[in-house]
């Protein structure tokens, strides 16, 4: 003859854990009670034993763009996480500190690290963007250049286009990269950082050339100079171009 056995188990955890407002969390006590049941005239049976249950949270970091983060934390209820002294970089912005919201929002408030932690949490950082100069090269000593034209930017603001400076008779031939004039200046983007610097170029308006004289005074014996009138160079050239006077020698005495 062959017996069957009815076996019935059941688990009770009471749970304890005291108030996360005393700064501390007490450790949870569970005890399983196991009883099983043998047969109908089976005597019941019971165990029972205590279990240590952890609970811990995590905080992570969120460069947001920047360069290495922060090891994550790993927080018990009711502690606070610390500062991490993070020394990341982003390229034209400067580190601000932390925040639980999107950093780029402008109501984004920065982490109190002196705030107990009860979850998990994501924390960004948050960078502001660097100030810099917009400097400009006029290349000639007569050009203005236009009032509106920035003086700084920020990263993150693109500037697209600049004002033209003026120069009597001459047309602006635009904004250039480079002291040689063979790379015209790209505007500013958003994502540019570090001084710029921009250098106009000019052509003439007229192939006309200016006209120009060159005068020669000799010295005389007691010391004063009068006008060779033998000597004056009538010249012309391009407008704004340097020209050198060629000295001449005089022979003898007047």
Avoid: M
Avoid at 88 to 105: L, V
Avoid at 180 to 202: C, M, R, S
């Amino acid at each position: 003859n062959v017996e069957f056995y009815a076996h019935t188990y059941s688990i009770n955890i009471p749970v304890k854990v005291k108030s996360l407002a005393d700064k501390d969390i007490s450790k949870i006590e569970n005890k399983a009670t196991t009883t099983a049941k043998i047969g109908e005239n089976e005597p019941e049976t019971k165990e029972s034993k205590t279990v240590d249950v952890n609970i811990k949270y995590t905080v992570k970091f969120d460069t947001n763009g920047g360069t290495t983060a922060p090891d994550d934390q790993i927080v018990s209820p009711g502690e606070k996480a610390t500062d991490p002294s993070y020394t990341g970089e982003k390229p034209g912005y400067t580190f601000s500190g932390w925040s639980t919201t999107d950093p780029d929002n402008e109501t984004a408030q920065e982490y109190d690290f002196n705030t107990l932690v009860n979850e998990n949490k994501t924390l960004y950082a948050i960078w502001t963007p660097n100030e810099y100069k917009i400097n400009y090269v006029l290349n000639a000593t007569d050009a203005t250049n236009d009032s509106s034209n920035p003086t700084k930017y920020t990263t993150g603001t693109a500037i697209t286009s600049f004002k033209e400076p003026t120069r009597p008779g001459y047309t602006f031939g635009g904004w250039y990269a480079n002291e040689e004039l063979t790379t015209q200046f790209p505007g500013i983007k958003v994502d540019d950082y570090g001084d710029k610097t921009l250098y106009a170029k000019w052509t003439p308006t007229s192939e006309d050339k200016v006209s120009y004289k060159v005068e020669h005074y000799l010295e005389t014996s007691d010391g004063k100079y009068e006008l060779d009138t033998n000597s004056i160079e009538n010249l012309s050239d391009e407008p704004g171009k340097t020209v050198t006077a060629t000295p001449k020698t005089f022979a003898g005495y007047k």
